[in-house]
């Protein structure tokens, strides 16, 4: 066979096969429901709630370690500050409202292909010892993320301060207008 068609016919076989790719169907509403609801997708999602609940009392024990408050203050601060910030957690991670969002986000990103090779993978055996796994995959992950975090926290405060002070200096040698 002639080179110069061999190389023709490899040169649209790539392009039918590009643009048979660029036109796959995107995965469809129910397929994406189907996929959030077999890798327990809510479960996960409340989960990550509870573990940035956590995280908000964490980081506000430590914020108010920092505070000059009385006794009373501080407790004032504990009771309230918790259960308020808790309510608007539950109410921004409501799952009917982000499975909406995670459908679309699912459908944009997927085709329905994927989709299904996903929720085939999550039926097997070894999709549920995944799933099984991932929280504590997803706590200790998220651990080591705010120790490594906790590390770096003294030096960006560090670079805000010099920030600031730099800004400050600055703004205070220009020139004043009339």
């Known amino acids: 066979m002639n080179t110069r068609i061999l190389v023709r016919r ?4 790539f392009a039918l096969s590009g643009a048979l790719a660029a036109h796959a169907e995107p995965a469809s509403e129910a397929a994406a429901q189907e996929l959030l609801k077999i890798s327990r997708a809510e479960s996960m999602m409340t989960a990550a709630s509870a573990n940035l609940e956590q995280q908000m009392r964490d980081t506000m024990g430590s914020m108010l370690a920092q505070e000059k408050l009385t006794p009373a203050q501080r ?5 309230v500050v ?12 409501d799952w009917p409202a982000v499975e909406k969002d995670m459908v679309q986000v699912y459908r944009d990103n997927f085709t ?3 989709v299904a090779g996903q929720i ?7 999709g549920q010892s995944v799933l099984d796994k991932m929280p504590a995959v997803m706590q200790q992950s998220t651990e080591l993320a705010m120790r490594r975090m906790q590390t770096v926290l ?15 200096a600055s703004a205070d040698a220009a020139p004043s207008r009339p």
């Open 112 to 114: 329905e292909e994927e």
């Open 154 to 168: 003294p030096q960006m405060k560090s670079v805000i301060e010099k920030a600031l002070a730099e800004a400050k």
């Open 75 to 79: 407790d004032a601060v504990t009771r």
């Open 120 to 126: 085939a993978f999550y039926r097997s055996s070894v």
């Open 10 to 13: 490899v040169g649209v076989a």
């Open 82 to 93: 918790p259960a308020r910030v808790s309510e608007l957690i539950s109410k921004a991670m």
